[in-house]
Structure formats: C-alpha cells, structure tokens
C-alpha cells in the first residue's frame, strides 16, 4: 500500500527527466539500504552498550568514576 504523500512523491518524481528519475531512484535505494545497515548495527551493539552502561553505573555507585570536562575531550 502506498500513501498518499509518497504517490505524490512518485506523481512528481516521475515528470523529472529519465536521468534525474534514474539519479533519485539510485539515491532512494542507497537511502534504504543505509537505514536497514544502520539498524542491524544498532541491533547488534545494543547487548555491548547495555554492558557498558552496567560498568559506568556500577563505577559510579563505587565512586571509582571522574566527572566528565568536555573542554578535555
């Protein structure tokens, strides 16, 4: 199914002249296929990230943690 914005999208995209039809479409896909990378990146560091946090919390709670100065980064 379709919406209605993105039939609009299509109705307009597809008066563009081929070659820009064909430089949209290439950027549309790449788009996609970033956002799905993206995601599966994401999913996987997710488990990591959890550990990380576990460890900041815990560093803090012992008091074994600096305060951050981000003028030191």
């Known amino acids: 199914m379709v919406t ?3 039939e609009k999208a299509f109705d307009q995209a597809s008066k563009l002249p081929a070659g ?3 430089q949209l479409a290439a950027w ?3 788009e996609l296929k970033s956002e799905r990378e993206w995601s599966r ?3 996987a560091s997710v488990d990591g990230l959890a550990q990380l946090a576990d ?3 815990r560093e803090h709670v012992e008091g074994t943690s600096e305060p ?3 003028d030191k980064l």
Do not use: F
Request: proline letters at 6%; a negative charge.
């Open 4 to 6: 209605k914005d993105l």
């Open 20 to 22: 820009e039809q064909e």
């Open 28 to 30: 549309i896909i790449d």
């Open 41 to 43: 990146s994401l999913s």
């Open 55 to 57: 460890e900041a919390l």
């Open 68 to 70: 951050l100065d981000p």
